[in-house]
């Protein structure tokens, strides 16, 4: 009897081993499948992309606003990208392309903050007055800090200014601020520019029209 049963419990734990091993393999096996169906990042960023666009979101690199008269007045030195903190009925409305910087400018405050003003991006036209933004609220930039001391250092010894140029949305998604450290032209550069402009313009169509005859 001692024998028989000896054997009987000793069968009984091989049967249960192998059950926790079957069971082991199993979800080893499942673990495997999870991993193989998990999209990549380039994956989700692509299926992001496609939703964007389904939506009638901006598209990637897609230009919102450009500063041409920044271009006309100022000569540009250096230029920085930069991140804007903004509130969710101002990228509403950036992404229906009602934003103007025209008359914007950038600056350095006291705690070596990066702001920009007099930036205007009109209130959503689908949100209530007292759940939207002030238009030209002042904004913060998004940079990095050796950049802005750097920004802070020429703005006060050279005596140059901080504009911004354009804003576009990269290809991320997220909207980013095109900055230049820019000095302002003098009425003879302007002249000059606009006759270097004239000239070109003058240029390509004598080509449009030698190609067309």
């Not at 933004?133 to 703005?155: G, S």
Request: aromatic content about 8%; proline content about 1%; hydrophobic content about 35%.
């Amino acid at each position: 009897r001692n024998g028989g049963d000896g054997c009987w419990t000793s069968n009984r734990g091989r049967l249960a081993t192998s059950r926790s091993r079957l069971v082991r393999v199993r979800e080893r096996e499942r673990a495997r499948v999870v991993v193989m169906q998990t999209p990549t990042a380039a994956q989700k960023g692509a299926e992001m992309r496609k939703d964007r666009k389904k939506k009638g979101f901006k598209s990637t690199n897609d230009l919102v606003v450009d500063n041409r008269i920044a271009r006309m007045k100022y000569e540009f030195i250096e230029t920085y990208q930069c991140g804007l903190e903004l509130l969710g009925t101002e990228i509403k409305s950036v992404r229906a392309g009602q934003m103007n910087i025209r008359d914007a400018f950038c600056r350095v405050s006291k705690d070596n903050q990066l702001y920009l003003h007099n930036a205007n991006i009109a209130q959503y036209s689908f949100t209530a007055a007292f759940f939207n933004h002030e238009p030209t609220r002042v904004r913060k930039l998004l940079l990095h800090k050796r950049d802005i001391l750097k920004l802070k250092e020429k703005t006060a010894q050279q005596g140059l200014t901080i504009i911004p140029t354009r804003c576009y949305f990269n290809d991320r998604g997220w909207f980013k601020v095109q900055i230049a450290l820019a000095r302002g032209k003098k009425l003879h550069d302007r002249r000059e520019d606009i006759k270097a402009r004239d000239d070109k313009r003058e240029i390509q169509r004598a080509m449009k029209s030698a190609l067309a005859s």
